[in-house]
């Protein structure tokens, strides 16, 4: 199975920060990669697909990037909405593998 | 609207047998694969099966496979998850997922989810 390793797993950030979180996989998967963003009690919600693309009517300040085993997520000026948990995940290869995820924390 | 609803979900022991359905709507049903996932509490994400639009294809996480088996109704645009032999390690929180994909092809991903239902597997 892909291994899929997130770090930081939290960080603490006021409102208007540049946040940045990576997702390592533990071998090649190209840009097959998506993130998702989970808020308390709620489902998770899908945000970037193939490593980069966003979803439509997610914010321009989700930026995804990385292809091969390295990626980031970072949210180029964090606003109150943004505090919750996101998770990576690879669609390279099944069984479909997570990250187990980075909590943003506010300060 | 895009909707999945899950139900079914409850408390049973283990080695004992539950099936999970999921109900969607606002979108062509048969133009997608669905996936169940699992969250335990606390935990992460665990992809749990998919099954392709026509279901000719159907896929299961090792720890599952065997025990568990989806299906899905397209007429009532329904899918469901029959879960047997069930241990305590099971317990989570199930969602399905819509595939963007019809058969779950590779470089997918999962959206909308539904807001999921409880299992809990204890004596």
């Known amino acids: 199975d892909i291994q899929m390793t997130q770090s930081p797993s939290s960080l603490s950030a006021s409102v208007g920060d540049r946040v940045t979180m990576t997702c390592r996989a533990s071998?090649?998967?190209?840009?097959?990669l998506n993130w998702y963003q989970q808020k308390p009690g709620k489902a998770p919600q899908f945000l970037i697909s193939s490593a980069s693309v966003l979803r439509s009517g997610v914010p321009s300040r989700f930026r995804g990037g990385g292809s091969g085993t390295d990626f980031t997520l970072t949210i180029t000026s964090v606003q109150p909405e943004d505090f919750a948990t996101y998770f990576c995940q690879q669609s390279y290869r099944t069984p479909l593998t997570f990250g187990g995820g980075t909590k943003v924390e506010i300060k | 609207e895009v909707q999945l609803v899950e139900s079914g979900g409850g408390l049973v022991r283990p080695g004992r047998s539950l099936r999970l359905s999921c109900a969607a709507s606002g979108f062509p049903f048969d133009d997608h694969a669905i996936h169940w996932l699992r969250q335990a509490q606390g935990k992460g994400l665990e992809w749990v099966s998919s099954?392709?639009?026509?279901?000719?294809?159907?896929d299961y996480a090792d720890s599952v496979r065997g025990r568990f088996t989806i299906s899905r109704d397209n007429a009532k645009n329904s899918v469901y998850l029959e879960m047997n032999s069930l241990r305590p390690d099971d317990t989570a929180l199930y969602y399905c997922?819509?595939?963007?994909?019809?058969?779950?092809?590779?470089?997918?991903?999962?959206?909308?989810w539904g807001q999921g239902t409880l299992v809990i597997v204890s004596s």
């Open positions: 099954v392709s639009w026509n279901s000719a294809i159907t």
């Open positions: 071998q090649d998967i190209v840009t097959f």
């Open positions: 997922a819509r595939s963007s994909t019809p058969a779950a092809e590779l470089g997918g991903w999962f959206d909308p």
